[in-house]
């Protein structure tokens, strides 16, 4: 959220961008592409390179997130002992380090491997500095088919997979089977549409003798990504353009369609005091599961192991279910989109060697064995399809059940441009505008129409002044 | 801050004796002086003209420039950031949010110090404990207020809301319901001023001279209309300072409003001016540094407007003392 | 009524009102301090438990786990103590240069000097984001002071003490051409103490409760000071109010005792000056 800019124009900028191409021809022995329309090298690059190339890999994994980056890091390093060495250097959360990135594509100092989050996507992209991933797996005639296709369905920008997936999440409903079965319910048969999720909401909604709600039915933060994927489960684009894909989108869709039938519908629930409000933030939503103050959530994969844990310790201990993210209506066939984050190389100014190198990486990192170990350290969804029939990763399902819910979840997903979700290079801020419009009319008397329709015009704002900024 | 004139003149004065003196070696000496003054004026001068003179001047070339997507300045657009900031009803949103946040905290806070400094002058036993406990939340920053707050304010399993359901009472959105977030933070920011303004007044008060308020007990004044007559204006200077003070807080308080209430809070309703540059120049990826400049601008403006205005009460006070 | 049951009732009054005051106030203090020590269990249930149930030690191990906690508190001691005394020694030469010093432009110099103090900080905190970003200074120590190297506040209370003294101790200056530094170190900041020691106490506290441009220059943890970390343990996806509140208790302790037991130097530090 902050971080950017150099004081210089962009026209000075692309002066001493030149001269830093230039220089840094001059100090790598191999053969230079320039800038990145400057094709794409091969094999042979990373072979004759002299002496060991040095990567550096900037991420934003923290704690035992961080270790598990690590942990893959040494393995690769010790493979490829003498021949390429990765340093990994931890950047602040997502916001942060896509920040940094900005400062670093002003100051010639990009990192040879950037992870960013989904929503950075469209950014990325715009930044022109990346080599897709598509290009080079075409130049080798490697074949991306191990990767789980509703992943790299998102990071599908103009036909071509961008950036490498490495870290993934899929969207979830929590339930607190305890709660369930006191209301008369079967966690073993979940709600499925929003609809039945709300008739459930009323049924846990437990009072007091005094009137005080003692237990809402129903609790989850006031978030943008939630709409995201109701809007891809239904099938419908939820920016134009093909959800961003083929051209820069222009207009995100949150006057009609998912973001007016989330809104109401969420809207609803609180103020009929089924639904606890907790606002934007989503540690809150969580803490409110945890304590078993609400009996469903919706959360992402992410958050399993957390609550699980939670649940077991809690004054009245409970167990977690899962069920599949709710659709609006039974019949939606798409599935959710996947969030989480992705691998890029990046392209301008790093030697031909360097970029065979993090392509080297970046196939290891998402390699079944690692993933498999990855999903098993942190949580998240293992982006390698065989990564699922690893020992390591079996054993890991078997200890948390609940997991398979969002591997059958994401399995029956045809992808289509709908279930790739929207890119924005706005989205956060997109995202805000929505969530502050939702916020508004659950808790005063606004109406969805009025609410989302100011919050449509001022992502309007937000998108055309990107994309006026991205041409210059 | 007192007057600008003072005794620069007498500095002067015997710098002309001085010169006067006439001879030779003392003014080679002096001339090595000047040059001694400008050395060791320098450190200041330097940081002043690198980091708020060359800003000063940067902030309106910023405001005058669109930026690209990595957040670089990129081409002149003239007044347009202006144009569309005064044509945006969020932009007077955030004048009056800021008025009404600066007025609710500012008001409280002195009167709520003063009111406590008061009645701890009643001359009751357990004064010392008193004042150390009202000053308590001095020793709090603003972002480990705010992060306390947070925490007690937390929707369900904060402990304002835990208390609410003692009584009996509905739980309060404190920081999700948009009819509240610009009173939660508030408290906050009046609950960090107090111990401050209560230090500064019980001094104020302890350094009145204790004869003049037994010669006004004798005079028959006591309670309410000893402190009218006597204590409150002996007080003030402070009363004065205080208010300068808090009010220059409460426009730039930043901490409390990122932690308690992100972008504004729910509908926006917390969102300041100082809030407001943060908000379109650094917040959720934002990178329009030319609107943000636009803004700043204003506070510039609102800021210089209010010393000015501060200036003269105090000219007027000096006048009448 | 008597004057004297009248007294009574109004004292009894005056503690009713002193004593809520007093809870109202100290309750936040209480619940961080209380919070730090608390099992999960006690804060994340609805309602939230008021004493805790148990005391948990471990809190305060997880916090330093979580956050570098350690090297934030040095990040803060150090930034904020390199401020006080670089602000310190260059107002003593600036204000040493005001009054005992010949010059020309004196008061057009005096006067831009106070000029800068009505300049909001915030007003051009971007432009100067982007100095220290275009310089590639961002997360590092640099960044966090260089700005507030100089004051013109601390400038302009040492010039108002110095033209306190005596025309003899200013026009020994003067007669002794030479050694300005050491008349400066010997006699004028003796002398000067108090306000010095007002200026360094002032200097110290701004520059540890600063929030807003740490957090424009620095993102990496290390390099964070305390505010940002306290502000990070409540922002971050895993914000958990066990941490939070162990991670506040350790930041305010040392403040704290400063309040409780440091009252007076505080007092005088801070209001000395702009007072009178």
């Given at each position: ?472 | 801050m ?95 949010t800021t008025a009404m946040f600066t007025v609710m905290t500012v008001i409280p806070g002195v009167l709520g110090a003063l009111a406590l400094v ?16 009202f000053a308590?939340p001095f020793?709090f920053s603003a972002?480990?207020a705010s ?35 610009l009173?939660?933070v508030v408290v906050v920011q009046v609950w960090m001023t107090l111990g401050y303004n209560v230090l500064v007044l019980s001094a104020g ?30 007080l003030s200077p402070q009363l004065f300072f205080l208010t300068v003070v808090s009010t220059i807080n409460s426009l730039q308080a930043f901490a409390s409003i ?14 300041t001016l100082v ?24 506070l510039?403006?609102i800021v210089?407007?209010l010393t000015?205005i501060q200036?003269?009460v105090l ?7 | ?24 106030v ?91 103090l009505m300049?909001p900080w915030e ?30 506040f ?48 002032y200097?110290?506290l701004s520059?540890?409760n ?56 505080i007092v005088?530090?801070l209001t000395?000056?702009a007072v009178?």
């Amino acid at each position: 959220m902050r971080r950017t800019l150099r004081a210089r124009s962009l026209r000075v900028a692309a002066g001493l961008l030149a001269a830093g191409v230039a220089l840094s021809a001059c100090s790598s022995s191999s053969s230079k592409g320039g800038s990145s329309s400057g094709g794409v090298p091969g094999a042979d690059a990373l072979t004759n390179a002299k002496g060991v190339v040095n990567l550096t890999f900037w991420h934003s994994m923290q704690g035992t997130n961080q270790t598990a980056v690590t942990a893959i890091v040494n393995a690769f390093n010790t493979k490829y002992q003498g021949k390429i060495h990765v340093t990994d250097s931890f950047q602040g959360s997502y916001d942060d380090a896509i920040a940094k990135y900005k400062t670093a594509v002003s100051s010639h100092s990009t990192p040879s491997i950037m992870q960013i989050y989904d929503v950075g996507t469209r950014f990325m992209v715009d930044s022109k500095q990346t080599v897709p991933i598509a290009d080079l797996a075409a130049k080798d005639g490697y074949s991306l088919s191990d990767l789980q296709p509703n992943i790299s369905n998102y990071f599908t920008v103009g036909g071509k997979l961008q950036s490498m997936p490495f870290n993934s999440s899929a969207p979830l409903l929590y339930i607190n089977a305890e709660a369930f079965k006191k209301a008369g319910l079967d966690p073993a048969n979940p709600p499925k549409t929003l609809a039945d999720l709300a008739d459930d909401a009323k049924k846990l909604t437990v009072k007091d003798s005094s009137g005080k709600t003692t237990q809402y039915g129903f609790g989850a933060a006031d978030y943008g990504w939630f709409v995201e994927q109701l809007a891809a489960e239904s099938g419908a684009l939820y920016c134009d353009n093909g959800n961003g894909r083929t051209a820069a989108a222009t207009k995100l869709n949150v006057t009609s369609g998912a973001a007016l039938t989330y809104t109401n519908w969420w809207s609803d629930l609180v103020k009929g005091g089924y639904a606890l409000n907790t606002g934007r933030p989503t540690p809150d939503a969580q803490a409110a599961f945890k304590a078993g103050k609400v009996a469903m959530n919706l959360e992402s994969t992410g958050v399993l192991g957390g609550y699980v844990d939670a649940g077991a310790k809690s004054a009245s201990p409970f167990t977690v279910a899962t069920a599949p993210f709710p659709k609006i209506s039974a019949s939606d066939s798409g599935g959710p989109v996947v969030g989480g984050a992705s691998l890029w190389i990046d392209r301008v100014g790093h030697s031909d060697a360097e970029v065979r190198a993090s392509w080297e990486f970046a196939k290891f990192a998402a390699s079944a064995q690692q993933q498999a170990g990855w999903h098993e350290a942190t949580g998240y969804f293992p982006v390698s399809i065989s990564a699922l029939q690893d020992p390591t990763d079996v054993a890991y399902r078997k200890a948390h059940p609940q997991f398979q819910t969002a591997i059958d979840e994401l399995q029956a997903t045809q992808p289509t441009p709908a279930t790739a979700g929207c890119l924005l290079g706005v989205m956060p801020q997109a995202r805000a505008d929505l969530e502050q419009a939702m916020l508004n009319v659950a808790t005063t008397s606004t109406s969805a129409d009025s609410a989302l329709s100011d919050a449509s015009s001022k992502i309007s704002k937000l998108i055309s002044d990107y994309n006026s900024a991205v041409s210059g | 801050m007192t007057a600008l004139d003072g005794a620069s003149h007498d500095a002067d004065a015997t710098l002309a004796v001085a010169r006067g003196g006439g001879v030779r070696r003392r003014s080679a000496l002096l001339s090595r002086d000047h040059g001694l003054a400008w050395l060791f004026l320098l450190p200041s001068l330097a940081i002043f003209a690198i980091f708020i003179l060359y800003p000063l001047v940067q902030s309106f070339v910023l405001s005058t420039h669109g930026s690209d997507i990595f957040g670089n300045s990129s081409r002149f657009v003239g007044l347009k950031h202006f144009r569309e900031m005064f044509s945006d009803s969020g932009f007077y949103k955030v004048l009056g949010t800021t008025a009404m946040f600066t007025v609710m905290t500012v008001i409280p806070g002195v009167l709520g110090a003063l009111a406590l400094v008061l009645l701890m002058e009643s001359r009751i036993r357990g004064i010392r404990i008193f004042r150390s406990a009202f000053a308590l939340p001095f020793a709090f920053s603003a972002a480990s207020a705010s992060v306390i707050f947070a925490v007690i304010y937390n929707p369900a399993v904060g402990i304002a809301n835990g208390m609410l359901a003692h009584f009996g009472t509905k739980p309060v959105g404190w920081l999700t319901d948009p009819k509240w977030v610009l009173l939660s933070v508030v408290v906050v920011q009046v609950w960090m001023t107090l111990g401050y303004n209560v230090l500064v007044l019980s001094a104020g008060v302890a350094a009145i001279p204790g004869d003049i308020i037994e010669a006004a007990r004798l005079d028959g004044a006591t309670g309410w209309r000893l402190h009218r007559s006597v204590v409150m204006p002996l007080l003030s200077p402070q009363l004065f300072f205080l208010t300068v003070v808090s009010t220059i807080n409460s426009l730039q308080a930043f901490a409390s409003i990122r932690i308690l209430a992100p972008e504004g809070g729910p509908g926006g309703k917390a969102m300041t001016l100082v809030y407001a540059i943060y908000n379109k120049g650094f917040e959720n990826g934002n990178s329009d540094l030319g609107t943000a400049s636009a803004y700043a601008i204003v506070l510039l403006f609102i800021v210089l407007v209010l010393t000015a205005i501060q200036f003269g009460v105090l000219e007027r006070k000096v006048f009448y003392r | 009524m008597s004057a004297l049951v009248k007294d009574r009732i109004a004292k009894v009054l005056v503690y009713l009102v002193l004593i809520i005051a007093a809870l109202a106030v100290v309750f936040p203090v209480y619940y961080a301090l209380a919070g730090s020590i608390m099992p999960t269990r006690d804060l994340i249930k609805a309602p939230p438990a008021l004493v805790p149930s148990g005391i948990h030690p471990g809190n305060f191990a997880d916090v330093f786990h979580a956050i570098p906690l350690g090297r934030q508190y040095l990040n803060s001691v150090v930034v904020a103590g390199i401020i006080t005394v670089a602000q310190v020694l260059t107002s003593l030469l600036a204000a040493y240069a005001f009054v005992f010093l010949p010059m020309k432009w004196r008061k057009a110099v005096f006067g831009l000097f106070l000029a800068t103090l009505m300049i909001p900080w915030e007003a051009i905190i971007i432009p100067n984001y982007k100095t220290i970003s275009n310089a590639h200074l961002a997360n590092t120590y640099f960044a966090l002071v260089l700005p507030f190297l100089a004051s013109a506040f601390g400038t302009f209370m040492l010039r108002q003490s110095f033209l306190q003294f005596p025309m003899e101790l200013r026009d020994a200056a003067k007669i002794d051409g030479s050694g300005h530094l050491r008349f400066l170190w010997r006699v004028v900041v003796p002398v000067s103490r108090p306000t010095i020691a007002a200026i360094a106490v002032y200097s110290f506290l701004s520059a540890w409760n600063q929030y807003f441009w740490p957090l424009l220059v620095t993102d990496d943890p290390k390099m964070q000071t305390l505010q940002l970390g306290m502000s990070q343990l409540n922002n971050s996806e895993s914000a958990d109010p066990r941490l939070i509140l162990a991670g506040v208790a350790c930041s305010v302790l040392p403040t704290l005792l400063l309040v409780v037991f440091g009252q007076k130097f505080i007092v005088k530090g801070l209001t000395s000056g702009a007072v009178k």
